[in-house]
């Protein structure tokens, strides 16, 4: 089968830097992203790893191991506008639908 | 508009029923895929649409689901004879020919009772 696994929760203060991990295991690899999610909103991309390494965006960084099958999502300088649910998800091949772990949920506190 | 668009936003229906759930997708988006949240949980996958023709449908839960897409633009995703177990929000998204990133709309929350 398969199967992502992410922590259900995390809790940060503001200013603080927090990491999301994702071990996964699935028939076929092809890329992890990962979104974020405000409750009762859309899903919205924020990074993509292919290739083994560290991706950075602005205050997010994502990191992939492939021969891990291990990821992970930094954010840093926490804001308490970053308090949402955040999933990472492996595409398997090309084009094809992304399989998404069952989310972490982080509280930034002031 | 400029991003995804799903209706309705808010579905109430009597178990048995059937529903209609559209999607509009950005303009020029060749993928679209459709997917299933129930309350505190991820993101099931249901279809997968690139063109008009789904080449990836097995995440539909059970013959009483179905979609279609037409025009390479609109798709709608039907369900017969709802149960209970049907409630979710039902999420589309869509994505270009090149690129990783998958578009979400705002999804459409069901609610079978």
């Known amino acids: 089968g398969q199967s992502l696994e992410q922590p259900s929760e995390v809790t940060a203060v503001e200013g603080a830097i927090v990491q999301i991990n994702c071990t996964y295991q699935t028939s076929g690899f092809y890329g992890l992203s990962w979104y974020q999610q405000h409750d009762g909103g859309a899903p919205t991309f924020l990074s993509y790893?292919?290739?083994?390494g560290l991706e950075e965006t602005g205050r997010f960084s994502s990191f992939l191991s492939r021969s891990d099958s291990y990821g992970y999502l930094l954010l840093q300088e926490l804001q308490m506008k970053d308090s949402a649910s955040y999933f990472c998800?492996?595409?398997?091949?090309?084009?094809?639908?992304?399989?998404f772990g069952k989310g972490t949920t982080l509280s930034v506190s002031s | 508009g400029a991003g995804v668009s799903q209706s309705p936003s808010n579905k109430v229906t009597e178990k048995g029923k059937d529903v209609e759930l559209r999607c509009d997708p950005i303009?020029?988006?060749?993928?679209l895929y459709w997917y299933r949240q129930r309350l505190g949980q991820g993101l099931e996958f249901l279809i997968y649409f690139q063109g008009n023709s789904a080449p990836d449908k097995s995440g539909l839960p059970s013959d009483r689901f179905s979609a279609e897409r037409t025009g390479e633009s609109v798709s709608t995703l039907t369900i017969q004879r709802t149960q209970q177990e049907d409630s979710a929000v039902y999420l589309c998204a869509s994505r270009s020919r090149l690129a990783s990133e998958q578009f979400f709309g705002p999804g459409t929350r069901l609610t079978v009772l």
């Open positions: 998800a492996v595409q398997k091949q090309a084009g094809t639908a992304l399989i």
């Open positions: 303009s020029g988006h060749t993928a």
């Open positions: 790893n292919a290739l083994d």
